[in-house]
């Protein structure tokens, strides 16, 4: 059989699944018995099926799983987690052929799931579409491997290659792309765990940080604001999206009376519950004169953000592109110019991995080398 062919489905409809399977990964499964697809499924959102229990249960027919194979894009999990084992399940059901896109780099799992489906004497092929399956699951294995979220630079610049005018009257974002490209900015929010940006974007600005052209939860916010200026009234701490907000001195936040009990909540913040069970607003200090980058990453580590997509301003980009804490750069250039402004941000460790016209916008996509 044209294996390849097959885990190419499995990663059309894992896609499916991304943005609503954290911390697990959206994988996506494929049975086929004599050539012809009999089920397939996807992961569902956390606490849910994983993919291998959905393909399995889409199929009409059990009898047709003695002699099926099982396509996946990730090696099938040996632990009880929130579901029980997928490995075991393919063999209760006594699928005699299994085939996996990668490996699943977690401590937990780790080639266990192979072990185990051998040792029921089954018929075990890794590495098909090894690449793509990685591509597609790069947020999980940054995650569970660099031990940080994965980070994607975004932002638009003009022709001339600005980001940002000199001046503005008023206290909204100045449009360099179109509204395509806007609808599927808000598609990727849509995919991501989180979106960081930083305090002169948010006094420029105001912004909302949420998906509204496109369906799909709202990512996390993620503030930098060292001194405490954003005013209490800026939509980022309206408490309707969870909002975690890194400072510098715990003595300026004592200060600030905009802000009760807030002492009490810096205790909490460390909490990985405390996103789901409080207020929905949390602050938490860090050095802002050294690492800062790396110091983020390790904070929205243990609140385990998975990816993060970082919006700006140039300030804040630069400090991940310094730090070289970036894996991806999505970059529009619109069909404008300013003359004068604020200056994109410049990455040099880059290759470029897609071009494509969006209307009258450019869309070009880098990877950290």
Not at 331 to 348: C, D, H, R, T
Request: aromatic share 8%.
């Amino acid at each position: 059989m044209n294996h390849e062919f097959y885990i190419q489905r499995c990663l059309q409809i894992a896609k499916n699944g991304i943005g609503t399977t954290r911390p697990n990964p959206s994988v996506g499964a494929v049975v086929v018995c004599d050539d012809i697809i009999i089920g397939e499924g996807f992961t569902s959102p956390y606490g849910g099926n994983h993919a291998e229990v959905n393909a399995i249960n889409s199929v009409k027919n059990q009898k047709l799983l003695k002699r099926a194979t099982i396509y996946v894009t990730l090696e099938p999990c040996a632990h009880h987690g929130k579901t029980p084992p997928c490995a075991d399940l393919i063999i209760e059901k006594e699928i005699p052929n299994i085939v996996v896109g990668c490996l699943d780099t977690n401590s937990l799992v780790f080639g266990k799931g192979i072990e185990r489906l051998k040792k029921a004497n089954r018929n075990v092929v890794v590495g098909v579409c090894e690449a793509a399956c990685k591509e597609h699951h790069k947020r999980f294995f940054t995650f569970q491997n660099k031990k940080r979220p994965y980070i994607i630079l975004k932002w638009a610049e003009t022709k001339d290659k600005l980001i940002a005018p000199v001046t503005k009257n008023k206290q909204k974002p100045v449009w360099i792309s179109n509204e395509y490209s806007q609808q599927l900015v808000h598609k990727w929010r849509s995919q991501e765990h989180g979106i960081l940006v930083g305090t002169n974007t948010v006094i420029a600005d105001n912004p909302l940080l949420t998906v509204r052209s496109w369906s799909g939860e709202n990512p996390i916010r993620i503030v930098l604001d060292k001194s405490l200026r954003i005013s209490k009234n800026a939509t980022v701490f309206d408490r309707t999206v969870e909002t975690i907000v890194f400072f510098d001195k715990k003595e300026t936040i004592r200060k600030n009376s905009s802000f009760q009990d807030i002492d009490s909540r810096i205790d909490k913040a460390k909490n990985d519950n405390f996103l789901k069970e409080h207020s929905k607003l949390i602050f938490e200090q860090i050095d802002f004169s050294s690492s800062l980058a790396e110091q983020i990453c390790k904070v929205l580590y243990t609140h385990r953000i998975q990816s993060v997509l970082v919006e700006g301003g140039a300030q804040t980009l630069q400090t991940f592109i310094k730090s070289n804490i970036w894996d991806e750069a999505r970059v529009f250039v619109g069909n404008i110019s300013f003359g004068e402004g604020v200056k994109a941000p410049e990455i040099l460790n880059r290759t470029l991995i897609s071009e494509e016209k969006i209307a009258d916008d450019i869309l070009r996509v880098y990877k950290n080398d």
